[in-house]
């Protein structure tokens, strides 16, 4: 069948290899495509780990982990991947070029291709400024781009694979805030019909999700929209009125 994208975790607990607690317990939630769901929550709340569990990086040390209905222990690891644009809180790139960056989950992509996950991720301006374009040197660790720079190309590398789930950590808040709306915007076409699950820290961000979930030392304390929270968990009124 398809790929379609629902992720579904249950009952998830996790512990990280050596630690005694669990960083992670009692996870539920659902994310289905053509939306969007923002997880927030304080520093050390779990919401990179929560992710990080999606592709495997880490296993779950409970419960379980769906993508589209099978235990993703199931899947073959490579073909796990290829579902899955995670964008990491820190953006790597590799030495190269900004064209091989961009194909790393997919070599087939054709330059066109690029161009289109440029202008998404608000990179084709400063991509098409450069005199090499899209084969302009990528210098190790990607220290001749700015910060923000890197974390929009990582965010195209991830629109490349074209994948049915993209797992955005934090990638919006080290932008400025008419970028990072840009950036939402361009990306509504690929939430309609891909599975989005944003970590964020803007209200802006977050505001518009379909679906919001609140952590709290590795537990869910609510799940709503930005309404809903606002009426109904005070962990949530928190964290959007510091
Ligand atoms: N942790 C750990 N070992 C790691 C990574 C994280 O023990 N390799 C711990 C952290 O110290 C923290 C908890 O796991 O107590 C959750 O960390 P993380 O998922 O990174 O929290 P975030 O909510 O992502 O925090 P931030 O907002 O700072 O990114
Ligand atoms: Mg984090």
Redesign the pocket.
Known sequence: PPARGVVQLQDVEFT?PG?DDP?LSDINLTARPGGMTAIV??????????L?LIPRLFDVTGGRVLLDGLDIREYDPAQLWERIGLIP?KAFLFTGTVASNLRYGNPDATDEELWRALEIAQAKDFVAEMPEGLNAPVAQGGSNVSGGQRQRLAIARALVKQAPVYLF??SFSALDVATDARLRRALRPISAHATVIV?AQRVSTIVDADQIIV?EN?RVVGTGTHDELLAGCATYVEIVQS
């Open positions: 990280y630690a960083v929550g304080s520093t050390g709340a779990g919401k990179t780990t929560l990080s809180q950590d934090d970590v952590l590795g």
